[in-house]
């Protein structure tokens, strides 16, 4: 499970709702210390199948507090919101959705903050960890992509989402790095290891960590916990890439 969350009970003062371009819309999203027209570097999250949940909202918040103007876009805001977070649910949505939609909005949120002067990061996770790899090799207006348990190869295609990120990845433009779980039976280690192999042999600007111990959805803001290290490593990671590339 990815992070489902409640969003219901959240909230912070800082948090700002805003509505950035999409593709033939304007896509809610949650931003912390964004300013339309400022040039402080920006980072995009790209949220799993659940959608927005308080776990990215909170993740909004610890980047801002780290100089970026954090936005977090509901890529689900066509399909609307499931009733009941459970996995079926999720997956049911994802079906009715379109991956060229959803690409389209990063690709026109990416394009208003470059207007602004900006430099642009994104950060994404299963769902958006995928999302990332495709938006890098289909752009260079991206910065800098950081990828946590994205799917490099596409087991269950379906009209709407054919593609696979391994076959686009000599067309990448952005450097990536990217954080995995030895156990994570979903995404599968050798298709990490595939794309990282292909990614190299192009010469591309690649890094990613297999952790032994943890699956998938294993980042958390927690003090304890059997995935604190992974994290607590991962996390520190990213922030250095950022701030290096942003």
């Known amino acids: 499970m990815c992070h489902p969350g409640d969003n219901s009970g ?15 819309r304007t896509i809610p999203t949650f931003a912390y210390g964004y300013q339309p027209g400022e040039q402080q570097p920006a980072v995009i999250i790209l949220h799993d199948i659940y959608g927005v ?18 936005l977090l876009p509901d890529l689900f805001s066509r399909e609307g919101s499931i009733p009941n977070r459970n996995r079926e649910a999720a ?27 900006r430099k642009v990061g994104v950060i994404g996770f299963c769902l958006g960890g995928t999302l990332v790899m ?18 490099p190869v596409n087991n269950n295609p379906i009209p709407q989402r054919r593609e696979s990120p391994i076959d686009e990845v000599e067309q990448l433009q952005a450097p990536l790095i990217g954080f995995f779980g030895a156990d994570d039976t ?34 958390t803001f927690e003090q304890e916990g059997p995935s604190v290290a992974a994290s607590q490593e991962s996390w520190s990671k990213a922030l250095a890439f950022l701030n290096k590339h942003l």
């Open 10 to 24: 959240y909230n912070h003062e800082t948090e700002q709702n805003v509505e950035l371009p999409g593709s033939g």
């Open 134 to 151: 495709h938006a890098t090799s289909r752009t260079s207006a991206i910065d800098a992509g950081v990828i946590y348990y994205g799917f």
């Open 186 to 219: 979903a995404v599968g280690v050798h298709n990490v290891l595939a794309y990282k192999q292909k990614a190299l042999a192009a010469h591309k600007d690649i890094d990613f960590t297999i952790y032994p111990g943890v699956g998938h959805a294993f980042l």
């Open 53 to 70: 949940s308080p776990f990215y909202r909170d993740m909004a918040r610890r980047l801002a507090e780290q100089g970026y103007a954090a």
């Open 91 to 117: 997956v049911t949505r994802l079906s009715k959705s379109s991956l060229a939609t959803q690409l389209e909005d990063v690709q026109s949120i990416v394009t208003q903050l470059k207007s602004e002067g």
